[in-house]
């Protein structure tokens, strides 16, 4: 049974800095996509972030240059990075973290992931 745990949801000044983690338990030798979506007060999952197995990364346009995806190995299972920087008022909301263990089509549609977290809640105020 594969899980996803986030981690790191706080409440920052605009301007500030996070980093949110997604440890994944069950892990089973397979070539994971996997990605970060967040929801915002009202409206549905948006992706933000994604990489593959072989470490390509996707971006949605509103956090290129300031967030950072990147995943690591340890012990036989992921864990997920989301690095934060120059947080905005409207990164505000629930972030989510998802997996599949193929290789995904569209990085951003939320069909494409067998797996997710429970949501870490990133608040940023002006």
């Known amino acids: 049974q594969v899980q996803l745990e986030e981690s790191g949801g706080d409440s920052v000044q605009a301007g500030g800095s996070l980093r949110l983690s997604c440890a994944q338990s069950?892990?089973?030798?397979?070539?994971?996509?996997m990605a970060w979506f967040r929801r915002a007060p009202g409206t549905g999952r948006e992706g933000v972030a994604f990489?593959?197995?072989?470490?390509?990364?996707?971006?949605a346009d509103s956090v290129k240059g300031r967030f950072t995806i990147s995943k690591v190995g340890v012990k036989n299972k992921n864990i997920l990075y989301l690095q934060m920087n120059s947080l905005k008022p409207e990164d505000t909301g629930m972030y989510y973290c998802a997996a599949d263990p193929h290789g995904v089509v569209a990085p951003f549609s939320t069909d494409e992931y067998n797996y997710w977290g429970q949501g870490t809640q990133v608040t940023v105020s002006s």
């Open positions: 990489i593959d197995a072989a470490g390509s990364t996707v971006y």
């Open positions: 069950g892990y089973t030798d397979a070539p994971w996509s």
